[in-house]
Structure formats: structure tokens, C-alpha cells
């Protein structure tokens, strides 16, 4: 035999040997489990019903609006706070100095006392200032128990509330104020409540 027969022939013995060896790692046994997981977000959700809370005109010194409205949380998520903001814009300058909210009360979140008021007489101008949140419950506790509701909204439920405007009468010269408009936004923002364990 001669050489480059030879070489040939260990090449091919070395290339079975290994060939065997590596077959030789699938004489064990095996198992394999898979596992699919799933990670699905939940929904935040506030409506506001009617979303437009008042419209009126022809309003003079004196005169009081009452309104109601109704903060439902038809998200999946539990709410823990809505701030209120106040925004507007004026057609004469100082008209929101005179358009006052006496009260803005969640029926929802009185305590045993009966309070449950989240804004009592302020001014647009005022409350442009302020971001309260309209579902917190602050009824103080008696011997470990919490008046009304935990503050927030549970997902599904809603809260109702009622407010009173008024268009001030100050005693004074307003004259300055015939056909003045004032456009009111009142934005209300959900938050959710903290993260848990799951």
C-alpha cells in the first residue's frame, strides 16, 4: 500500500471515529418542556357623563347654577386619584374673578359627617391655581373604621358629583361685564393606583 493510500485510509478510519463518537450523544435519554407566557396591560378609562357640564347665557349678577355629573371608571384598572385643572378663556379681562364655584361635593366620598366637598367657594381665577383631586376620601377614621368610600374608583363603578356656579354680586359696578364670555374647561386626569404584586 502506499503512502497516500495509507494517509487515505487513517483520514477515513479518524472522520468514522468522530462520526460515532458524536452519534453516540444521542444514545441518552431527553426531555423538553416549553413554556408560553403571556403578559396582557390593563386599561385606564375615565368617562365623563355629560361631558359638557354647563352651557348657559344670559347669566346676570346674582344668578346660581346647579349642575351634576357622574366620573366613571370603565377602564379594567382601579383609579386612585383624578386631578382636577381649570383652565378658561375670557372675552373681557377679570370675568373669571367673578364667576365663583361655591361647592364641587362627590357624594361618593362624604364621611360620616356629611362632608364631602372637595372645592367650597372659590373663584375660576382661584381654582386655575389648584389641581384637587375629586375622589379622595378624607373622612377621618373612629376606631379603625374609614367613613364612606376609600378614596380612587374601582374599575366598573362610578362616582357622582354636584357643583354650584355663581355669578357674583359684589355690590359694585359691573357694567364692565354685560355680554362677557367666558369659555370654562375643567380637564380631569386619572391615575392609576401603585403597582402589587401580581
Not at 5 to 30: D, R
Not at 63 to 78: A, I
Not at 118 to 145: C, H, Q, R
Amino acid at each position: 500500500m502506499n503512502l497516500k493510500k495509507k494517509l487515505a485510509m487513517g483520514i477515513a478510519t479518524g472522520a468514522l471515529a468522530v462520526s460515532m463518537i458524536g452519534g453516540g450523544t444521542y444514545a441518552y435519554f431527553n426531555d423538553v418542556e416549553t413554556s408560553t407566557n403571556t403578559f396582557a396591560a390593563g386599561t385606564l378609562d375615565l368617562t365623563l357623563n355629560p361631558e359638557q357640564i354647563i352651557n348657559v347665557s344670559n347669566i346676570k349678577p346674582g344668578d346660581w347654577m346647579n349642575r351634576t355629573f357622574k366620573l366613571e371608571n370603565t377602564g379594567s384598572l382601579d383609579i386612585s386619584k383624578i386631578f382636577l385643572t381649570t383652565s378658561f378663556t375670557e372675552s373681557v379681562p377679570g370675568f373669571a374673578d367673578h364667576i365663583v364655584v361655591d361647592f364641587l361635593r362627590n357624594e361618593d366620598k362624604g364621611s360620616v359627617l356629611g362632608d364631602s366637598n372637595i372645592i367650597v367657594s372659590k373663584t375660576l381665577s382661584e381654582l386655575a391655581n389648584m389641581s384637587p383631586d375629586a375622589v379622595k376620601n378624607e373622612s377621618p377614621k373612629f376606631f379603625g373604621w374609614q367613613g364612606g368610600e376609600k378614596s380612587g374608583i374601582k374599575a366598573g363603578t362610578s362616582d357622582n358629583l354636584y357643583v354650584k356656579f355663581r355669578f357674583n354680586d359684589n355690590g359694585e359696578d359691573q357694567n364692565a361685564y354685560q355680554g362677557a364670555n367666558l369659555e370654562l374647561t375643567w380637564k380631569f386626569d386619572a391615575q392609576q393606583t401603585a403597582g402589587e404584586s401580581k
